[in-house]
T-cell receptor, first 113, second 113 residues
Framework: GENVEQHPSTLSVQEGDSAVIKCTYSDSASNYFPWYKQELGKRPQLIIDIRSNVGEKKDQRIAVTLNKTAKHFSLHITETQPEDSAVYFCAAFKRGGADGLTFGKGTHLIIQP | DAMVIQNPRYQVTQFGKPVTLSCSQTLNHNVMYWYQQKSSQAPKLLFHYYDKDFNNEADTPDNFQSRRPNTSFCFLDIRSPGLGDAAMYLC????????????FGPGTRLTVL
């Protein structure tokens, strides 16, 4: 089955600086990689996603890169703001058994004012 | 407008007392998923329905069952809840089981006394 590793588990950055979160996956057949932001007690919210036929995708301050050969993908947040503070999960869509998302363990992003 | 609705938002049950959690959607999506998210952990896929076709994750305990009587509704039944089943239960939907965006409901927080 799919296994997704996510690092770091906690990331503290100064407001205005950039944040980078990295994930690796194990199943080369995985073809969809979303990133979710989750605030305490709330549902995961999709912030950006990338499919395996694309190497990079950007949406305003958020970008994701995918290296299929190395089986890793990264989330980049520029010009961080206090409202970016949350837990971020990467995920990979897997097939087999019950098709669905396998999540990384999450990164607690803290934006220091 | 609500798209994926979960009821109740908070559920308290007693050890061993069966409980049912409800999910409904207004998106007319083919796929409905159930994820379990324990405190400070990532969501974990339990099973999903593609239309009426049920797909179970290999390590989902037999204690967890699901029903999907129609396109709009899906239920999670926990036959004999244990203390370890206390968690947030998230329902999600997607158009198909391809690499499609999943839309999450607000979750039901289950407490087992």
């Amino acid at each position: 089955g799919e296994n997704v590793e996510q690092h770091p588990s906690t990331l503290s950055v100064q407001e205005g600086d950039s944040a980078v979160i990295k994930c690796t996956y194990s199943d080369s057949a995985s073809n969809y990689f979303p990133w979710y932001k989750q605030e305490l007690g709330k549902r995961p919210q999709l912030i950006i996603d990338i499919r395996s036929n694309v190497g990079e995708k950007k949406d305003q301050r958020i970008a994701v890169t995918l290296n299929k050969t190395a089986k890793h993908f990264s989330l980049h947040i520029t010009e961080t703001q206090p409202e970016d503070s949350a837990v971020y999960f990467c995920a990979a869509f897997k097939r087999g058994g019950a098709d669905g998302l396998t999540f990384g363990k999450g990164t607690h992003l803290i934006i220091q004012p | 407008d609500a798209m994926v609705i979960q009821n109740p938002r908070y559920q308290v049950t007693q050890f061993g007392k069966p409980v049912t959690l409800s999910c409904s959607q207004t998106l007319n999506h083919n796929v409905m998923y159930w994820y379990q998210q324990k405190s400070s952990q990532a969501p974990k896929l339990l099973f999903h329905y593609y239309d009426k076709d049920f797909n179970n994750e290999a390590d989902t305990p037999d204690n967890f069952q699901s029903r999907r009587p129609n396109t709009s509704f899906c239920f999670l039944d926990i036959r004999s809840p244990g203390l370890g089943d206390a968690a947030m239960y998230l329902c999600a939907t997607s158009i198909g089981d391809r690499s499609d965006e999943q839309f999450f409901g607000p979750g039901t927080r289950l407490t087992v006394l």
